[in-house]
């Protein structure tokens, strides 16, 4: 007796709707920081300074692209997102800051000093609603 094989639809449609998730999914950066950056703590973490400065710094360097509120603006992200609130270690952030997202048109801010990019780190994770 033969057998007929019979391909199921829902489980095609499952997997041409979740292909592109995880597609995606890989692109992003936070996927990209190796294990040591992302393991790295702010050393200026509680600094109410530091993150003043790191207001200033943001005001400076940031909020041309992601708003003054830092809620985003045209195609640039919000800085109040899950992601970068809490998915996103400092370590993360700083990583992010050094190297930047050329493809997604965030600069590298490693021509600044490591002491101010821990500054706009603090700044931007006071920013938690």
């Not at 499952?14 to 703590?41: M, Q």
């Amino acid at each position: 007796m033969k057998r007929i094989l019979r391909i199921r639809p829902f489980p095609l449609f499952l997997l041409s709707v979740a292909a592109p998730s995880l597609l995606w999914a890989s692109t992003l950066w936070i996927n990209k920081v190796p294990a040591r950056e992302h393991e790295r703590v702010n050393p200026i973490v509680d600094s109410a300074e530091a993150k003043a400065a790191g207001q200033l710094l943001y005001d400076d360097h940031c909020a041309k692209c992601h708003g003054d509120d830092a809620a985003g603006r045209g195609k640039r992200p919000s800085l109040l997102t899950d992601r970068v609130q809490n998915d996103a270690t400092a370590g993360d952030l700083h990583w992010l800051l050094v190297n930047g997202s050329l493809r997604k048109g965030m600069p590298s801010w490693s021509r600044l000093p490591d002491q101010q990019l821990w500054q706009i780190v603090s700044y931007v994770k006071s920013l938690k609603r």
